[in-house]
């Protein structure tokens, strides 16, 4: 991936070696990632000023799920960037739908599948993609 297409990418992971190889193989493709293991994190990093163009988040996290990250006000001052919801739960369709999130992937996956959603989501979209509105889930 060119250094033009590089994500600023909030990974908000409470599993430490999974966030740690998750973060390591983005940045060997030149995304820049800031990792926060919960939800409390994420929105302190927001309220700062941290603006990502991507947002890799779990569900099933330590304090406030990661649902709740999507409804705050930090998101949305942050522009609500598109969000990969990465977990071991399943999610319905519905919840995605919901929350308007760009990508699901079920854990485990394969890291090239991760690189693959991220590109696909940070891509601009073709005219008839916008006409088509889908979600992109894996």
């Not at 430490?16 to 994190?41: K, M, T």
């Not at 409804?71 to 999610?91: S, W």
């Not at 690189?115 to 696909?120: D, F, Q, V």
Request: glycine fraction near 8%; avoid cysteine.
């Amino acid at each position: 991936m060119a250094d033009r297409d590089a994500a600023r990418i909030l990974l908000v992971e409470d599993d430490q070696p999974f966030a740690l190889a998750i973060a390591h193989y983005l940045r060997a493709h030149g995304h820049e990632v800031r990792l926060e293991p919960s939800v409390e994190d994420a929105r302190a990093a927001l309220d700062h000023g941290f603006r990502p163009s991507l947002v890799i988040l779990d569900i099933n996290l330590p304090g406030d799920s990661g649902w709740s990250l999507l409804r705050g006000p930090e998101y949305a001052a942050a522009g609500r960037p598109p969000v990969v919801v990465v977990t071991a739960t399943h999610v319905h369709g519905s919840w995605l739908r919901e929350f308007e999130v760009a990508g699901y992937l079920p854990k485990p996956f394969a890291m090239e599948t991760l690189l693959a959603t991220i590109e696909r989501t940070m891509r601009p979209a073709s005219a008839d993609e916008a006409a088509e509105g889908g979600l992109d889930a894996v």
